[in-house]
């Protein structure tokens, strides 16, 4: 017997995460989340794979354009990630005063994140309550002037601390 939605959530709590926005646009219209479940599948191919609730927008515009950018936030863009989240305004207005460009696909990048991935669907496999899309990464980048990165951890955001 599966365990409880709560007891799942109350577990991942403990897992460290990067944080991350995907973004898509169809229509003329971008959409975008922030992710924690997004990781790195194979170097030959070079593909990822993001996980999105089905339902979203994004998933709609991830399915319609067959593309979709992952932009790997730092920790100075914590205010992206809880815009892209939903707790600050409306889903409508996620763009509004964000600063982007597109690479290869049409999808738009943040500008300033530590470093973007921009893929088109290799495959999609619909489980449970989402969506696991696998991209072929057509173009990617790295910020010249990269910041440490944005951490997510049992409910809070956190920061690497050198140890030097």
Same mark, same amino acid.
């Given at each position: 017997?599966?365990?409880?939605?709560?007891?799942?959530?109350?577990?991942?709590?403990?897992?460290?995460?990067?944080?991350?926005?995907?973004?898509?646009?169809?229509?003329?219209?971008?959409?975008?989340? =922030?992710? $924690?479940?997004? +990781?790195? /599948?194979?170097? *030959?191919?070079?593909?990822? @794979?993001? #996980?999105?609730?089905?339902?979203?927008?994004?998933?709609?515009?991830?399915?319609?354009?067959?593309?979709?950018?992952?932009?790997?936030?730092?920790?100075?863009?914590?205010?992206?990630?809880?815009?892209?989240?939903?707790?600050?305004?409306?889903?409508?207005?996620?763009?509004?005063?964000?600063?982007?460009? =597109?690479? $290869?696909?049409? +999808?738009? /990048?943040?500008? *300033?994140?530590?470093?973007? @991935?921009? #893929?088109?669907?290799?495959?999609?496999?619909?489980?449970?309550?989402?969506?696991?899309?696998?991209?072929?990464?057509?173009?990617?980048?790295?910020?010249?002037?990269?910041?440490?990165?944005?951490?997510?951890?049992?409910?809070?955001?956190?920061?690497?601390?050198?140890?030097?």
């Amino acid at each position: 017997m599966p365990v409880k939605p709560d007891d799942l959530r109350a577990a991942l709590r403990h897992w460290a995460t990067g944080v991350s926005v995907v973004t898509a646009e169809a229509n003329g219209t971008p959409q975008g989340m =922030t992710v $924690s479940a997004f +990781a790195s /599948v194979s170097l *030959e191919p070079p593909q990822v @794979l993001v #996980c999105i609730e089905q339902g979203t927008r994004t998933h709609d515009a991830i399915s319609q354009s067959g593309a979709f950018a992952v932009s790997i936030l730092n920790e100075n863009q914590q205010e992206h990630s809880e815009r892209f989240a939903g707790q600050r305004g409306d889903e409508a207005d996620r763009f509004t005063g964000v600063a982007t460009h =597109t690479a $290869s696909t049409g +999808a738009p /990048v943040l500008d *300033e994140a530590n470093a973007y @991935l921009d #893929c088109r669907v290799d495959s999609a496999h619909d489980t449970g309550t989402h969506t696991i899309f696998v991209g072929l990464v057509e173009a990617s980048g790295v910020s010249e002037s990269a910041h440490r990165p944005l951490l997510y951890y049992s409910r809070g955001y956190r920061q690497l601390v050198d140890d030097s």
